[in-house]
C-alpha cells in the first residue's frame, strides 16, 4: 500500500502541491521545499480531516513518503536524499537513509585515515 493511500483528502492535496513544486528540483532544493512547507502548512494538512494536529509528526513523515513515493526514486544518492528518506514514514526508505549514512561515515573515516607503514610491521 502506498503512504498516498492512507492520507486524508486534505494530506493527498498536500502531497500534490508539494510534489509539483519539488519534481524538477535537484534533491538539495527538494528539502529545503519540503521542509519550509512542513513548517508553513503542516498545522493545516489535519484540519477537517480525521488528522489531528497532534498527529502531524506522523502525517508529516506520511507526506514525505508519499512525495519521495511518487518521485519514484530507485536509490539514495546522496545526502540532502538521505535526510529526506530519514524522516520518512516508510521503513524501506529509513532504512535506506541509514545505510546511506553509515557508508557515508565509513567512507570518511577510511578515507582520512593516515597511511600506515609497513616498516617495523611483522608480515604474515
Known amino acids: 500500500m502506498l ?7 486534505n ?3 498536500a502531497v500534490d502541491k508539494i510534489y ?3 519534481v524538477s528540483l535537484n534533491w538539495r532544493q527538494r528539502r529545503e521545499a519540503i521542509e519550509t512547507s512542513i513548517e508553513t502548512e503542516a498545522l493545516s494538512w489535519g484540519s477537517q ?3 489531528s494536529a497532534g498527529q502531524s509528526p506522523h502525517l508529516t513523515s506520511a507526506i514525505v513518503a508519499a512525495i519521495i513515493e511518487r518521485l519514484g526514486t530507485p536509490g539514495i544518492i546522496e545526502n540532502d536524499q538521505a535526510h ?3 524522516i520518512s514514514a516508510n521503513l524501506g526508505h529509513q532504512t535506506a537513509a541509514c545505510d546511506w549514512f553509515i557508508e557515508t561515515a565509513a567512507t570518511s573515516i ?5 597511511p600506515l607503514s609497513s616498516e617495523g610491521l611483522p608480515l604474515h
Do not use: P
Request: glycine share 4%; net charge positive; aromatic share 4%.
Open 84 to 86: 529526506l528518506f530519514a
Open 110 to 114: 577510511l578515507s582520512s585515515a593516515l
Open 20 to 22: 509539483n513544486r519539488v
Open 49 to 51: 480531516s480525521n488528522d
Open 11 to 13: 494530506g493527498r492535496n
Open 3 to 9: 503512504k498516498t493511500d492512507a492520507l486524508s483528502l
